[in-house]
């Protein structure tokens, strides 16, 4: 485990934290005025290996030959110039830092974005360290300037216990990321826990995963047409997919490969495997001769061996299979068909080297289209 410091003053700034993976949905922007929950579980800390935060460049500014050394290949509105690193904890594990009152409102809609930068400072020596993020449609998060705090080893006696499970381990507990989920508005009169102030849609995290996944199968398909699972993964996939792609022969063929599936056959071209939640080691088959498609372990558990949909929250002592009838809020329905991410599908495919073909890179410059045609 460690804790973060100050880099000016060494005070502490962090509980004694675990490192996992960085979510795939840590820069999501979802929705419009919906409030979204902490990203990071409590004790766990995840970093950023690409720059992320001000100063920003725009496109037009930045030749390809800088753009592609830093492996992104097709345009986008701007790249970020700021450092590499950025630690993301829970808002709750930080500590010895205070908000800089001049940056708390920076760039803000509902409460703080972190678009001037850092907006806490070290309450010891008054060194700009953080910054905080609460603001509407957006994760809630702490994130550590990586240029202005260190991490230091902590001496724990439960540190054996802190090893990443192995896949067999992940698999038996079981943690599914459920599909759909309510979502909340910013700001009810009426309470946050009411529900009229929610509605039931498809999970923000599963969106987000979806857009990664689906650049890789649309670099995968090598412009022919890909088959997925029909059932879940069907809806989440494959009507982009018959848009985006030509109909006809020798489709490829993509299938749930992972940890408790079966082995996956010769013949299948693309599999849909999970990443590890602390390591982000993606699982491989003992021979990989297919493309692999990363999935969040939750999502990819959650289609590898699904599960009956809960319509209702149910907590506390009851036997399985018995729902809370004293809920109220209203069972699930989904407002539209399910729709990707659109940014972290473009954050995705401009990293991958294939967006060059003009059919990719035809796709990426209709995204304002795409997203209109409800696929985003």
């Not at 993509?254 to 599999?271: E, F, K, M, N, S």
């Amino acid at each position: 485990m460690f804790v973060f410091v100050c880099a000016g003053c060494g005070a502490e700034l962090t509980n004694p934290l675990s490192q996992v993976a960085l979510p795939v949905h840590a820069h999501q922007k979802y929705g419009n005025g919906v409030q979204l929950p902490v990203l990071m579980e409590s004790g766990t800390f995840a970093v950023d290996p690409e720059p992320w935060g001000p100063p920003w460049r725009r496109w037009e500014d930045i030749h390809p030959d800088e753009a592609a050394a830093r492996g992104v290949y097709a345009p986008v509105y701007a790249l970020s110039d700021g450092p590499p690193g950025a630690i993301v904890i829970a808002p709750g594990d930080a500590r010895g830092a205070v908000l800089i009152p001049e940056n708390r409102g920076g760039g803000y809609c509902c409460g703080m974005d972190g678009a001037d930068g850092p907006n806490m400072a070290c309450a010891e020596c008054a060194l700009p360290v953080a910054s905080r993020i609460d603001d509407c449609s957006l994760w809630q998060a702490t994130w550590l300037a990586p240029n202005a705090v260190r991490r230091v080893p902590v001496d724990d006696a439960d540190d054996a216990d802190a090893a990443p499970l192995s896949w067999a381990d992940l698999v038996a507990e079981g943690k599914a990321t459920p599909p759909f989920e309510p979502i909340g508005t910013w700001g009810s009169r009426m309470g946050a826990g009411h529900w009229s102030n929610h509605w039931w849609s498809w999970s923000p995290q599963w969106e987000a995963a979806a857009g990664r996944a689906l650049a890789h199968l649309l670099a995968a398909s090598e412009g022919r047409p890909v088959i997925v699972p029909e059932g879940l993964a069907g809806k989440v996939f494959q009507r982009a997919l018959d848009a985006w792609l030509p109909a006809g022969p020798q489709a490829r063929r993509a299938v749930l490969a992972g940890p408790g599936r079966p082995a996956p056959a010769g013949t299948d071209d693309i599999l849909l495997v999970p990443s590890h939640p602390q390591t982000g080691e993606v699982w491989a088959p003992a021979e990989p001769a297919a493309y692999l498609v990363p999935l969040p372990f939750g999502v990819w558990l959650w289609l590898a061996f699904p599960q009956r949909d809960v319509p209702v929250p149910a907590s506390g002592g009851l036997p399985d299979g018995v729902l809370r009838d004293d809920f109220d809020l209203p069972a699930p329905c989904r407002r539209h068909l399910f729709r990707a991410d659109p940014t972290a599908f473009q954050h995705t495919l401009v990293r991958l080297p294939s967006v060059r073909s003009p059919w990719l890179r035809e796709i990426l410059d209709n995204l304002t289209q795409h997203m209109r045609a409800g696929f985003f």
